[in-house]
């Protein structure tokens, strides 16, 4: 997601840093990135693009003159709060701070630094760079400042963002969550072969590929992760993981990232 995120804004014409844990990731998300901006060009979809203005550094410090910093690490709210406490320490006062989280709580990520009022979400959907939608989450004690800045900023992307509040999933995961454990779930009720599944969604119900293909998308375990978290917050049975998808999380079949999830790669 982080490298998707720095593509958009590449793309855009902003200065950005790329802050990755290793500068072997650094340097393999950069050459991704130039290659996808690359085909954009001679697709004729956009005219040029700047890989320089894309700077690559494994040190938070180098996020100290950033205007905006989008945070994409693990969905760990210890870990993200212990990232938040140290960009506030690190980052310009009046730096906008927001989480990509998809499941976690904005406003306990916040929490963990003493100005929660330019802490906001900006949830992007997968892939970042080809999904049109980001979801602008207002936590508990976000300013309008950071609020109305990320919104902008979302707009300055090329996405369509979109306003809401910080409650469980926000709006699409709270629906598209349960709704793709209810596909799996379908897989063992109605005994329908996996492929037969993705068809039937993308021919009977429009969606633009399958639930089977989408989950191995988005990676089986960020996808039961993110269904633990929601149903211990909710408690609604539809959100909690099928024991289907755990056991494939467990067996390390977690989709594209690892060559096999529904599908092999
Ligand atoms: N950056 C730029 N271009 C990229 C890219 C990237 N990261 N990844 C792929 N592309 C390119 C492809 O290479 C391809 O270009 P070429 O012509 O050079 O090959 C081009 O984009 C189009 O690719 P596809 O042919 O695969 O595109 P498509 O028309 O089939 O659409 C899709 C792909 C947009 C993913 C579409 O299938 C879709 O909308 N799927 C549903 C995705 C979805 O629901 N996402 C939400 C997941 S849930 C989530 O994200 C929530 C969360 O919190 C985890």
Redesign the pocket.
């Given at each position: 997601m982080g490298a998707?995120i720095a593509?958009l804004c590449v793309e855009a014409g902003v200065d950005t840093v790329g802050r990755e844990v290793s500068m072997e990731l650094a340097e393999r998300a950069q050459e991704r990135i130039a290659h996808?901006l690359t085909?954009?060009v001679e697709?004729g979809q956009i005219e040029s693009f700047e890989i320089e203005r894309l700077a690559l550094t494994t040190s938070l410090d180098e996020l100290a003159d950033c205007d905006l910093v989008i945070e994409a690490i693990v969905e760990e709210l210890g870990a993200k709060q212990a990232l938040f406490a140290e960009l506030e320490r690190i980052c310009r006062a009046d730096a906008v701070l927001a989480t990509n989280t998809?499941a976690l709580s904005v406003t306990e990520i916040a929490a963990a630094t003493s100005s929660p009022e330019r802490v906001v979400g900006m949830?992007f959907?997968?892939?970042a760079?080809?999904?049109p939608l980001v979801e602008i989450v207002r936590a508990e004690l976000t300013g309008d400042a950071a609020f109305d800045a990320a919104f902008s900023f979302g707009e300055r992307l090329g996405k369509h963002p979109i306003r809401c509040h910080d409650t469980p999933g926000f709006v699409?995961?709270r629906v598209?969550i349960p709704l793709l454990n209810d596909c799996v779930r379908v897989l063992d009720e109605a005994r329908v072969a996996v492929e037969d599944l993705d068809a039937g969604m993308k021919h009977g119900a429009g969606w633009?590929?399958g639930p089977c293909e989408?989950l191995d998308?988005?990676g089986i375990d960020?996808h039961v992760h993110?269904s633990e978290a929601l149903y211990e917050k909710t408690r609604e049975p539809r959100m909690a993981p099928p024991p289907r998808l755990v056991a494939m999380r467990n067996a390390g079949l977690l989709g594209r990232k690892s060559g096999r999830g529904f599908y092999a790669y």
């Open positions: 998707g593509q996808f085909r954009k697709k998809s949830h959907f997968n892939p760079p080809l999904m699409v995961n598209l633009p590929m989408l998308l988005v960020v993110a």
